[in-house]
């Protein structure tokens, strides 16, 4: 009696397992879940939007008042936007869009920060190129030539052939300075001036309160490993920041047979040598 009474009672108990599981998976039909392992199954919101912009690390008070939603847009797994309340129609040119005619909002440029490495001063290279020197514009004209045009660069643009030295910029990444290793290590950088063009001039820009001066010079180059000097200009003095030119090259373009290399040496180690720029002064025929 005993053994059929145990019997009946797990036989209850299955069924009533059997049940419970139905009961689950009826509601569980109605739930939208946020993934689905079904091929092609779109995400679905977690939850509604009013409910989850209340958290603090979305921007939200934490008191109960949702945080503001400023129709933003997501990126798509596509790669599009999904429209929100501050989308832009398409058909509305912005300032940057050819054709645009409405009122357009200035940048503020603010004001140039100096360098960490330099001291925060003014330069009025104006003072230190005067309008009589020899390249500037208008300068010695030739009825076969052009005024001049320059290809101008900035220090750091320039890189050591040899990696066993430590280098630098400025704080304002404009200049360059050599931080460690031999001072005879050159700096290096492509120069890009037309076939047939004339080099009359090479100018240095650069901040020097060191007794010696740092150097600069264009070399061209063949394709079998020849080369030859082309212009040759150095810093000098030690009053800080400066400019100084070279003698006058006139040297003809021919990037058919030749490239050509702007170089500078620094000479000294630390911050009492910066180059801050070269420029090539140039005409055309």
């Known amino acids: 009696m005993k053994l059929a009474f145990k019997k009946i009672t797990w036989v209850v108990i299955v069924v009533m397992i059997g049940l419970l599981g139905l009961t689950a998976a009826a509601v569980a039909s109605d739930i939208v879940w946020p993934w689905s392992s079904q091929p092609d199954s779109e995400?679905?919101?977690?939850?509604d939007t009013g409910a989850t912009g209340n958290r603090l690390d979305e921007g939200g008070t934490g008191i109960g008042e949702p945080a503001a939603q400023a129709g933003a847009i997501e990126p798509s797994a596509a790669g599009e936007g999904i429209a929100g309340q501050a989308?832009?129609?398409?058909?509305?040119?912005?300032?940057?869009?050819?054709?645009?005619?409405?009122?357009v909002a200035e940048a503020n440029q603010g004001e140039k920060s100096p360098s960490g490495d330099l001291p925060a001063e003014e330069v009025d290279w104006d003072v230190m190129i005067p309008e009589g020197a020899p390249d500037?514009?208008?300068?010695?004209?030739?009825?076969?030539?052009?005024?001049?045009?320059?290809?101008?660069?900035?220090g750091s643009a320039l890189h050591p052939r040899d990696s066993s030295v430590e280098w630098n910029t400025g704080g304002s990444g404009g200049?360059?300075?050599?931080?460690s290793g031999s001072t005879g290590i050159v700096y290096n950088l492509h120069q890009e001036i037309?076939?047939?063009a004339r080099i009359d001039y090479l100018r240095i820009f650069y901040y020097d309160t060191s007794a010696s001066n740092s150097?600069?010079?264009?070399?061209?180059?063949?394709?079998?490993g020849g080369l030859e000097d082309v212009a040759y200009v150095t810093s000098d003095g030690t009053a800080g920041y400066g400019t100084n030119l070279s003698a006058y090259i006139g040297h003809i373009v021919d990037n058919t047979n030749y490239s050509y290399?702007?170089?500078?040496?620094?000479?000294?180690?630390?911050?009492t040598?910066?180059?801050?720029?070269?420029?090539?002064?140039?005409?055309?025929?």
């Open 43 to 47: 995400p679905q919101a977690l939850a």
């Open 87 to 103: 989308q832009v129609t398409a058909a509305e040119l912005q300032p940057d869009d050819n054709g645009y005619t409405g009122a």
């Open 136 to 154: 500037q514009f208008e300068t010695n004209a030739d009825p076969n030539w052009s005024d001049f045009y320059y290809y101008h660069v900035t």
């Open 175 to 179: 200049c360059l300075y050599q931080v």
């Open 194 to 196: 037309p076939e047939g």
């Open 215 to 224: 150097q600069s010079w264009v070399t061209r180059y063949d394709d079998e």
């Open 261 to 271: 290399i702007l170089n500078w040496r620094p000479i000294v180690n630390g911050t």
């Open 273 to 285: 040598m910066f180059l801050c720029g070269l420029r090539v002064a140039y005409r055309l025929p």
